[in-house]
């Protein structure tokens, strides 16, 4: 009698939130998405367990009878499943959409905000650097980019500071590192405890052009 083989394996990984990609490189306390850039704190993102199929044998009728209570298991469990998420409307959310389910769209939510709240800690927290201040951030002037019509052209800059200036006021970056495109990001990390003994990281990331010299982004995370 024929018998039915399935494979299944587990296995748990990390998942960029903004793209999906799964190579990260580490930065200190921070992971950097190697496909879209997003910085991550290496503890706000949890690896994601996902299943194949495993060595499973049934012979027979008997194969048959299982694997199609199964199916129909999982039918009744998903429909009743997306029943009680329907009751919750999200409009990326679905089939085709960023998120297959509720959960996975609230997480991600959850993630975004924290992000964003450490993001703001730092930003308002600059001055414990002893060379960066909030306002000095914030005065940060990004250059604006000019797109060219014709093919194979150059993106060039305009207005914007010079990364030579920046590094005058606050010192060299920790390290640089290739940002594609003709760019390089400058990572400046700093370290310390607070008055009640509660350590801090602050990190700022800026990108330049390297042709112009001119700063074409800026983040913060503390």
Known sequence: MKQLLIKIKKYSELVCESCGGHDFREQEDYLECENCHSIYKKNSLQKRTIYRQSVIRWSGLVGVFLLMSLLGFFFIFYSTKGTQASKVSYSDVGPGKPYKTVKEKEASDRLSAEIEADAKWGLEHLDLTGVWTTYYFNSIQ????????????????????????????????????????????ADFFYHGTDKKGGKWTIAVFIVYDVKSGMITGKDVMG
Do not use: I
């Open 142 to 185: 990004v250059t604006t980019a000019q797109f060219s019509d014709k093919a194979n052209s150059p993106t060039t800059y305009t207005n914007g500071m010079l990364f030579s200036e920046l590094v005058k006021k606050v010192g060299k970056p920790k390290s640089e590192e290739d940002y594609g495109n003709g760019r390089n990001q």
